[in-house]
Nanobody, 130 residues
Framework: QVQLVQSGGGLVQAGGSLRLSCAASGRTFSNYVMGWFRQARGNEREFVAIHSWGGGRTYYADYADFVKGRFIISRDNANNTVYLQMNSLKPEDTAVYYC????????????????????WGQGTQVTVSS
């Protein structure tokens, strides 16, 4: 069982920045695929970013087109935490943001799909005013 506890978020003006954090339990956090998704009111949950172990000390990140160049996903394995730094925020970024974890990655999986993740954080509201 993996528990994910999110923090951060809140209200910010357009053009501002926020950082979301997600602390995970588990002994092998460094191997987890960690993702961020968001869900705006009336919309389905959508992919934002993932951070995945690529073997050895290699990690890679993937981003949705609408956040590329603005958001950065990173992880701190010593503290079992993944972060989402959100810059140049826009009103359309307003949503509840969820972190996700999959402790057993495997190959051939679609990490942009929310059904690939076994564990989810509680969600945190991000509101960007114009």
């Amino acid at each position: 069982q993996v528990q994910l506890v999110q923090s951060g978020g809140g209200l910010v003006q357009a053009g501002g920045s926020l950082r979301l954090s997600c602390a995970a339990s588990g002994r092998t956090f460094s191997n987890y695929v960690m993702g961020w998704f968001r869900q705006a009111r009336g919309n389905e949950r959508e992919f934002v970013a993932i951070h995945s172990w690529g073997g050895g000390r290699t990690y890679y990140a993937d981003y949705a087109d609408f956040v590329k160049g603005r958001f950065i996903i990173s992880r701190d394995n010593a503290n079992n935490t993944v972060y989402l730094q959100m810059n140049s925020l826009k009103p359309e970024d307003t949503a509840v943001y969820y972190c996700s974890a999959e402790p057993n990655p495997g190959r051939g999986r679609n990490w942009r799909a929310n059904y690939e993740y076994a564990y989810w954080g509680q969600g945190t509201q991000v509101t960007v005013s114009s």
